[in-house]
């Protein structure tokens, strides 16, 4: 069982990440994005949107709504299914904050993505008999640990 000061840590850090992604650095990011490029940076804006919506549920600061948290993890797991095709060789173009290492290890970044969709629909099973946002806690640190692991590893900070 995990502490419960543990998980609050760790829905403090997620919370943290999503605010940043979905904040001001991922509208310069997308600017003069195309093609491919700007179809990735626009699902991550949209992951990103969809873990806030989580978070604030998580955090009881918005009301626990149990069908919106799971049309949000659909949404997250229907994005993350997509991700290797939205990666194709040679996509390291523009904005792009794509790293080189993707496709040098693409199998380990296939498995990220797997991974990702499939917290996300454990999450969304977990919202299917939740009471409360505190009942999705341990579902949504699995997700932003995803989110996290593959950004260190196959994205560029700029």
Do not use: N, Q
Request: positive net charge.
């Amino acid at each position: 069982m995990v502490p419960r000061m543990k998980i609050k840590s760790v829905v403090g850090a997620v919370s943290l990440l999503v605010a940043v992604v979905a904040g001001a650095g991922v509208a310069l990011s997308h600017s003069g994005a195309t093609g491919v490029v700007k179809e990735r940076m626009v699902a991550m804006k949209d992951i990103g949107a969809r873990m806030k919506v989580l978070a604030g549920m998580v955090r009881g600061r918005a009301p626990f709504d149990a069908a919106s948290a799971k049309e949000a993890a659909g949404a997250i797991a229907a994005h993350a299914r997509d991700i290797p095709r939205l990666f194709p060789k040679g996509s390291r173009l523009g904005p792009s904050e794509a790293v080189d290492r993707i496709w040098i290890e693409w199998p380990m970044f296939e498995a990220e993505a797997k991974a990702l969709a499939d917290r996300a629909d454990a999450l969304g099973r977990r919202a299917e008999t939740a009471t409360s946002g505190a009942d999705l806690r341990r579902a949504f640190g699995d997700i932003g640990r995803s989110c996290k692991s593959c950004h260190k590893s196959y994205r560029e900070k700029k």
